[in-house]
């Protein structure tokens, strides 16, 4: 998750990283920042999901922080999609 933030923004953890590929996860692959990410890279963050049955989030406190994936679910539903930061920057 943290590769795919760094090639899209040049950012370790980029905010709202984690809701932007669980929604790629979702709907399919798309642009994050300057990366597309794409089908296989998709299917890999979902294989090891399920495999863990965790997704990683970044919490202030302690950085990166596995939830169990209902508790990820109830997450992702409440939160804005504005703050995904998903697509090619504007650069204008």
């Keep these: ?3 795919v933030s760094e090639e899209g923004w040049a950012a370790g953890w980029m905010d709202g990283l984690e809701y932007a590929l669980w929604h790629m996860v979702l709907h399919g692959p798309a642009y994050y920042g300057f990366k597309f990410v794409d089908e296989q890279t998709i299917q890999q963050l979902k294989h090891l999901s ?43």
């Design 1 to 3: 998750m943290s590769d």
């Design 50 to 92: 399920d495999q863990a049955g965790c997704w990683i989030i970044f919490d202030d406190t302690t950085a990166e922080k596995a939830v169990s994936l209902s508790d990820w679910q109830g997450m992702f539903e409440d939160a804005d999609p504005a703050d995904f930061h998903m697509g090619m920057p504007d650069l204008n």
